[in-house]
């Protein structure tokens, strides 16, 4: 018995050490955020026969995003990272005979500008920049290249003086004098004195040389004219241009004397100069300003001195957001979104648009905004540009004429092991005045049709912008977690012409919230939606729009309002975008009509909200400041109304989920607060 008793222990220890590891979960889960990847800033090299772009990865030790530049074969496929020795580069940029290629290395507060001489492998820092540059230029011959880079200058500003500090004494900081109108910024925080200005460096090394000067901006995209003589880049010089940022022009500067000349004399945003290759004629992009909350922007076409300046995409009635000018300076390459799709196409000279490729992928992972996609094109015509899909975050792929061929599947191994929710169209008509709305249903994993499933309705930001069919992590986890998730693109949204996004012209939020009902409703009316079981949220307008919808009808069970704008008057005398917003939105200052800023503040509602709300901020919100939100979670504690404030420690608003963790956490919380009020939960 003793000897049967101690075999039958070393058995059951052998047992204990030999049991497998738990499978991995089939599900996607907030710790896989970690291992996704994405393609951005696809750069094809002149000849075609090879793409470089900048691949984002995440460390799990620093919680933050890391980019490397790779390499990819078009012919092949093969690809390889670029050796830069660092996880902080960017902005590759390939020389016009595609030998070398220049690249940014981030450096904390500094960057350094590199190049890598293709056939030795070698590289070489070129410059050392005192902030990282807006964007990266070769001069035609290869011989230099330009940038715009914020330059600090003068000062902290001081308004009298404190007593005498005695020697080794430690005083508070001394007092912030701040005299800007605009003086903090999402994502950059309270701005330094300084302004943005051109610069030319020697592209084998040299001193750097400041091509613009005064107490303006210059931006890019920036471009040099075919015979090198000139930088073409956007700006305001206007007096009193701090409060008309809405309007920049078009202008050319002298590389040898710094001369600056105005090429263009627009009430309107003119930007993203390209020179043709006869180095007759610029092509940009811009619109005239009409004081509306959304405008297309245009593509112009004007000769070389400024002259003969006209539009020819009046008939497009979609933005354009980039432009190319094709090797045969006959037509352009241009890209736009066209009804929740982002597309590049063939612009000639006469207005008419030829589509080339389809379905270019966003820049966000969180949720599926059309904003950020990219392309470059090959002096034969070979286009690379982010392709993107409901099924994985964005990949490179390249266009030979009708052939489109994907070189990346960066994100294969993880999620093949992986079962997604599904994405489907959904055919929706407003009850407002029957006027198709783009919606979307996502089913979660192993979904059945004969059963009921608790409905997120979550709400795009803009508000003029646009979801698509594309990757979000957001909807992953709130599937996984066992919710159907409903998106729309409501009128207000980009991407179905000026009319469709003028619609809430002065009336913001108004009409697209009986659209958003309706999509709900026609969610409810496939059948596997339990009514009973409804929760919203969004972020920013759709913040905006979650607080409005529980103001407006208790039929939701919970909401989570994220970095919302609240009451529209503290909003904007506190945002970054104070300049633009009143006058385009409401056509009047808050102090000269403060009654229609107060009927479309949610604040104005709070008073009919039971609903119990989740409110989310980033603490570093500058462009729907963290007060915002603060209002709302106090309106709602004095009211007796369920809520939680949950602040994301040193997020923007656009940075909300940059770092995976906070990203996971975030979605976690909302499905918390969702959990606690789905009927039958514990």
Known sequence: ??????????LMAHLAVAAPAEAPSRLFEGKDLFGLQRVTDPQIRP???????????YDIMTDRAQHSIWLVDTDTGAQHPLDTGTSSVSAPR????????AYIVSEGDRSGLFVRWMQSGQSGRIADLAAAPEDLQWSPDGRAIAFIMRKPEGEKRTLGTAPPKPEN???????????????????????????????????????????????????GPIA????????????????????????????QVSVSDTKLTQLTHRAGPETTPRISPDGKKIAYLGYDDHMLGYQDA??????RDGSNDHSITDSLDRSVSDLQWAADGRSLFIQYTDAAITKVARLSLDGSVQPVVAGLGGSQLDRPYTLGGAFSVASNGVVAFTSGSSDSPVDLSIARGTRVTRLTQLNKSLLAGKTLAQTRHLTVRSSLDQRPIDAWLVTPPD????????LILEIHGGPYGCYGSYFATDYQLYAAAGYMVLYTNPRGSTSYGEEFANLIQGNYPGPDYDDLMSAVDAAIAKGSVDSNQLFVTGGSGGGLLTAWIVGKTHRFRAAATQKPVINYVSYLLTTDESTTVPMHWFGKMPWQDPEVYWKHSPLSLV????????????????????????????????????????????ASHYSLTARPSQSAAKVSAILAWFDRYRLGSL
């Open 94 to 101: 390939w020389s016009p005979d595609g030998r070398r290629l």
């Open 298 to 303: 245009h593509v112009y076409v004007m000769d």
């Open 169 to 219: 004494a430690k005083w508070a900081a001394p007092l912030t004098v701040i005299t800007d109108l605009t003086y903090r910024r999402d994502t950059e925080g309270y701005l330094q004195p300084g302004y943005s200005h051109a610069f030319v460096v020697p592209a084998d090394g040299g001193a750097l040389r400041q091509l613009t000067f005064g107490a303006f901006d210059e931006h």
């Open 447 to 454: 979904f059945d049709p004969g059963k009921k499933y608790p």
């Open 224 to 251: 040099w004219t075919s015979d090198g003589r000139y930088l073409l880049l956007s700006g305001n010089r206007s007096e009193g241009w701090q409060r008309d940022m809405s309007t920049s022009q078009i202008y």
């Open 47 to 57: 000849d075609g026969g090879a793409v470089a772009y900048v691949r984002e990865r």
């Open 1 to 10: 018995m003793r000897t049967l008793s101690i075999v039958l222990i070393l």
């Open 607 to 650: 008073g009919n909200v039971t609903t119990p709300t989740l409110v989310v901020v980033g603490s570093e919100d500058y462009r729907t400041p963290v007060s915002e939100s603060e209002q709302y979670y106090e309106a709602l504690q004095l009211r007796g109304v369920p809520t939680a404030l949950v602040e994301v420690p040193g």
